[in-house]
């Protein structure tokens, strides 16, 4: 029983690191948004602070141009609402994980299955979202930096939670037998 105490207790960081994701998932979203509103109500830069402005700055010091900003916050709110979608998913998968009081449930090991299918396919499909709209505002501007629009790791943990799924319904299988 001490394992899964312990396994409770994962579960329990593991919603309320789910629930900070979607937040900050949705805040950063607001902010790309704010910025490409900014961008484009404020075409001069907006107001100045110390006589400079923050998109002077960030094209100064960064060395970044302007249709790289807007192509690099497009692609932004893809991610982020992406991301936002999975941590909302992971999130209830906790809520009804920690209810049941056992991940070794069928309903929690078919849960489980379709998390790590959408955390592929939603991380695959937001990443190639992204790099065609990259690729629009290249085509459009060709002064736009090359993206580094990166989803491996978002693979990876999604082939693990499809394993995890499978050792997950043997246990319940396991629990179905003793019961018998």
Known sequence: MKSLKVLQ??????????????ILSIVAGAFCIAGIFSLLVFPDGGF?????TIR???EKEADISLST???TMSCGIILCAGEAVLAKFAERYFKNELAAG??????????????GILSICISTGTAILAA???GI????APDVAEPSIRNGASVGIGVMMIVGSYLCRHGAEISE???A
């Open 137 to 140: 505002f290249k085509l459009a």
């Open 48 to 52: 100045k602070l110390f006589g400079v």
């Open 9 to 22: 207790t994962f579960a329990k960081i593991g919603r309320i690191l789910s629930m900070v994701a979607f």
């Open 102 to 115: 056992t991940p070794f449930t069928f309903d929690g090991a078919k849960e489980l299955m379709r998390l």
């Open 132 to 134: 065609i709209v990259y």
């Open 177 to 179: 037998k003793k019961e």
């Open 56 to 58: 002077g700055l960030v």
């Open 69 to 71: 900003m807007y192509a």
